[in-house]
Antibody
Framework: EVQLVESGGGVVRPGGSLRLSCAAS????????MSWVRQAPGKGLEWVSG????????GYADSVKGRFTISRDNAKNSLYLQMNSLRAEDTALYHC?????????WGQGTLVTVSS | DIQMTQSPSTLSASVGDRVTITCRAS??????LAWYQQKPGKAPKLLIYKASSLESGVPSRFSGSGSGTEFTLTISSLQPDDFATYYC?????????FGGGTKVEIK
């Protein structure tokens, strides 16, 4: 069974940083691209970033480009999102997803709150 | 970026109704479109990919169609478990975008 478990969320002040992690199991991690998708409270889904199977190709939404960095460690079956220069509008539930084009399986998410 | 517009934003329907949700892309995306279902407090669930391919385990009452800029998700006979919010998402370009969502409510 595919499992994706996010961690690392929390409350951070504007301008601060957080690193999200996603632990993957139940599938061959290095066969698949991965994504981060977020959902602000009461709002719709927003793609944040994606990465291919070996980390050689990445993509970012314009809203996070230059501030967020996606990476993966295939030896640890883990996906990461380094988030710098956080803004109030980054407040959301961040989901890890299997797939870098469409998301076949989703984690339950980790909540990031940016507030002073 | 490619913009995705869903309509309607809210839909009221009864059990047994045939329901159609439309998604329009701001430019052609061929068939690179997915549909998701999301229930309150839960992660989204993939229903359809490549515009019309049914994800494994998804009931056959769900179907997708379209290509280019116009797409539809159809539920042939609405069931109580289908009351949820539905999102389309394009993956033609590697700046993926979602539609704004369609909430299917009980009439």
């Amino acid at each position: 069974e595919v499992q994706l478990v996010e961690s690392g969320g929390g409350v951070v002040r504007p301008g601060g940083s957080l690193r999200l992690s996603c632990a993957a199991s139940g599938f061959t991690f290095d066969d698949y691209g991965m994504s981060w998708v977020r959902q602000a409270p009461g709002k719709g889904l927003e793609w944040v970033s994606g990465i291919n199977w070996n980390g050689g190709s990445t993509g970012y939404a314009d809203s996070v480009k230059g501030r967020f960095t996606i990476s993966r460690d295939n030896a640890k079956n883990s996906l990461y999102l380094q988030m710098n220069s956080l803004r109030a509008e980054d407040t959301a539930l961040y989901h890890c997803g299997l797939g870098s084009y469409y998301v076949r399986h989703w984690g339950q998410g980790t909540l990031v709150t940016v507030s002073s | 970026d490619i913009q995705m517009t869903q309509s309607p934003s809210t839909l009221s329907a009864s059990v047994g109704d045939r329901v159609t949700i439309t998604c329009r892309a701001s430019q052609s995306i061929s068939s690179w479109l997915a549909w998701y279902q999301q229930k309150p407090g839960k992660a989204p669930k993939l229903l359809i990919y490549k515009a019309s391919s049914l994800e494994s385990g998804v009931p056959s009452r769900f179907s997708g169609s379209g290509s280019g800029t116009e797409f539809t998700l159809t539920i042939s006979s609405l069931q109580p478990d289908d009351f949820a919010t539905y999102y389309c998402q394009q993956y033609n370009s590697y700046s993926l975008t979602f539609g704004g969502g369609t909430k299917v409510e009980i009439k």
